[in-house]
T-cell receptor
């Protein structure tokens, strides 16, 4: 079964550093998403991406965040200057253009900001 | 805006007990509804989904029926196993846009 692949699985970074989280969506999917889950809390939407541009973003997705699809396979989330409160599990998801809107999630990247 | 409300957990059951996790939603249109499961230390896995009223989603013994009249999508399983211990998230999506998740319900099954 096709998978969404995320790397790294765990990243530790110092406050103020830039991090890039990487995702390889399912190859024929067209819609890409980032979500985050602070430990023990609900899963929150960050941003959606379609046709090489952001289609929607949440209040969380401020100027410190950016997304990019640098080539035909990768989808990245960059946090420019990390804060302690950015520590969370970050999930990438993708979906095709079928009518049942089947979203597939990656296994997540646990980001720890120290 | 759209929202999803789930029953608070944790829910603790003995093996072979009947499970119900309540989920209700608020949406402006006619959303698709989902249940996702998160096992300890893992990501989100789609458990089942329903795209229109009266649809029943089912998978691995779990079922949920899309009830438009009560705006609900309750998750049920007739006989739970220890391996079902996980966090269960109800979610909705309108017209294929972002998923909106409930807070999640922790299920603990004792042998």
């Amino acid at each position: 079964e096709p998978e969404v692949t995320q790397t790294p699985s765990h990243q530790v970074t110092q406050m103020g550093q830039e991090v890039i989280l990487r995702c390889v969506p399912i190859s024929n999917h067209l819609y890409f998403y980032w979500y985050r889950q602070i430990l023990g809390q609900k899963v929150e939407f960050l941003v959606s991406f379609y046709n090489n541009e952001i289609s929607e973003k949440s209040e969380i997705f401020d100027d410190q965040f950016s997304v990019e699809r640098p080539d035909g396979s990768n989808f990245t989330l960059k946090i420019r200057s990390t804060k302690l409160e950015d520590s969370a599990m970050y999930f990438c998801a993708s979906r095709g253009q079928t009518g049942d809107y089947g979203y597939t999630f990656g296994s997540g990247t646990r980001l720890t900001v120290v | 805006g759209d929202s999803v409300t789930q029953m608070e957990g944790p829910v603790t059951l003995s093996e072979e007990a009947f499970l119900t996790i309540n989920c209700t939603y608020t949406a402006t249109g006619y959303p698709s509804l989902f249940w996702y499961v998160q096992y300890p230390g893992e990501g989100l896995q789609l458990l089942l989904k329903a795209t229109k009223a009266d649809d029943k989603g089912s998978n691995k013994g779990f079922e949920a029926t899309y009830r438009k009249e009560t705006t609900s999508f309750h998750l049920e399983k007739g006989s739970v196993q220890v391996s079902d211990s996980a966090v269960y998230f109800c979610a909705l999506s309108e017209r294929g846009n972002k998923l909106v998740f409930g807070a999640g319900t922790i299920l603990r099954v004792k042998s």
